[in-house]
């Protein structure tokens, strides 16, 4: 009988380290990682001198939140850096694509990609926009989809505004 308990000793702590091991990559999830963001925005360099602004600001889509953090602007383009904090982590993947940037002149700004990144609290992604007609305007942010509707008034500050 003692031989039979330590088996099942055995098997059941063999188990224990077997799905200890499976979650290993869930736990590697949880750290939040920049790194490909990163590399992009470094790319931009490439089409010239880039003006960094970091805008911070929150937009509610239905309880999900949209966190515009921060806009590169250059010669040849405009790339939004965004995050979303959704309600439910197994629900809907966010449509950037339902996404546009309209300039001060009310003009959309047509959208050449972009990507994003599955976290545990949601995604985090870049979107590549055309360049801007007046670089000195503000922007709104536009989210249509389906019956979801939202938009974020960005003032991007004017030179020697502290950006």
Not at 47 to 52: A, F, I, L, Q, Y
């Amino acid at each position: 009988m003692k031989h039979v308990m330590r088996a099942v000793t055995v098997f059941r702590r063999l188990i224990i380290v077997i799905f200890g091991i499976l979650l290993i990559p869930q736990a590697l999830n949880l750290i939040p990682s920049d790194n490909g963001d990163k590399a992009n925005i470094k790319l931009l360099q490439k089409d010239g001198p880039v003006t960094t602004y970091v805008i911070d600001k929150k937009m509610d889509m239905d309880g999900d939140v949209f966190t515009a953090e921060d806009i590169y602007i250059t010669p040849k383009q405009v790339v939004l850096q965004y995050s979303i904090k959704k309600q439910d982590r197994n629900g809907w993947s966010f449509p950037n694509t339902d996404l546009t940037l309209i300039d001060s002149n009310g003009e959309e700004m047509i959208s050449h990609g972009g990507g994003s990144s599955v976290r545990a609290w949601g995604e985090s992604g870049i979107m590549f926009f055309d360049k801007m007609k007046d670089p000195d305007g503000d922007l709104i942010i536009k989210y249509k989809w389906y019956d979801r509707e939202a938009l974020l008034n960005i003032s991007l500050p004017k030179d020697g505004e502290g950006q």
